[in-house]
């Protein structure tokens, strides 16, 4: 878990896998007092060459792309935790990790960022 900018970030996701193997991969964001406007998650592109994407709840009211990472933007939830999760299992015949990160932004800023490496076994 990680902690900035009035919030708590954490990850749940797979350290090490098998290829075709389904995983867990789920961003919790909590926010004493509740969210004031949208949330928006930047996750690294390059981390989704691994995973078979099966689906994603919520889904995002939006989404862009750049420099190499993903925003997701979702809108308030009730109450003072966000969970944002996908079905996804590793990509059949990789062999190789990868790395990430994933930030909840404000603005044009990371207000607090995860970083995390995936390892891949034979």
């Known amino acids: 878990m990680e902690k900035g900018g009035g919030y708590e970030l954490d990850l ?14 789920a961003v919790t964001v909590h926010r004493d007092g509740g969210f004031d406007g949208e949330i928006v998650l930047a996750i690294t592109t390059s981390y989704f060459e691994v995973l078979e994407m099966r689906g994603r709840l919520p889904e995002p009211s939006s989404e862009t792309a750049g420099d190499g990472l993903a925003y997701l933007t979702f809108d308030p939830p009730p109450g003072d935790e966000f969970t944002f999760e996908l079905d ?10 990868e790395s990430g990160s994933v ?10 960022t995860i970083y995390f490496d995936a390892w891949l076994v034979p």
Do not use: F, H
């Open 88 to 97: 996804v299992r590793i990509r059949a015949g990789r062999q190789w990790g």
């Open 103 to 112: 930030s909840v932004m404000e603005g044009e800023n990371s207000a607090v």
């Open 12 to 25: 749940t996701y797979p350290r090490i896998a098998r290829s075709g193997l389904d995983v867990p991969w």
